[in-house]
């Protein structure tokens, strides 16, 4: 079995936290201005919290927890997500590899 590598992961998992940063933040600062545009953003932040919303509904952006609390909630999120699209990536290569040994 290939040994995975650390790198690729950790661009993976900090491109998804700065774009789940981003558009919570826009999200919030969409809020306190009462603006229409957060039935756009409110079904992405619903997108971002799948895997650890199946605990709570809440997880792991809007629990009434402690920010530390939050933080751990949302990096367990970010590992769970980022793994899946790790592992969904280097199946594409994998594919992509088979494919080209058939043709």
Partial sequence: MKKLKLRPFLIVFFTLMV???LIVFLD???TKSKSDLTSVTNPIIAI???PISAIHRGLPFYVNESLSVRAVYWIVNLFIQSALVY???LGLKRVRRKLKKLS
């Fill in 48 to 50: 971002f919290s799948l």
């Fill in 87 to 89: 592992l969904g990536i």
């Fill in 28 to 30: 919030v600062q969409l």
């Fill in 19 to 21: 774009i789940q940063f």
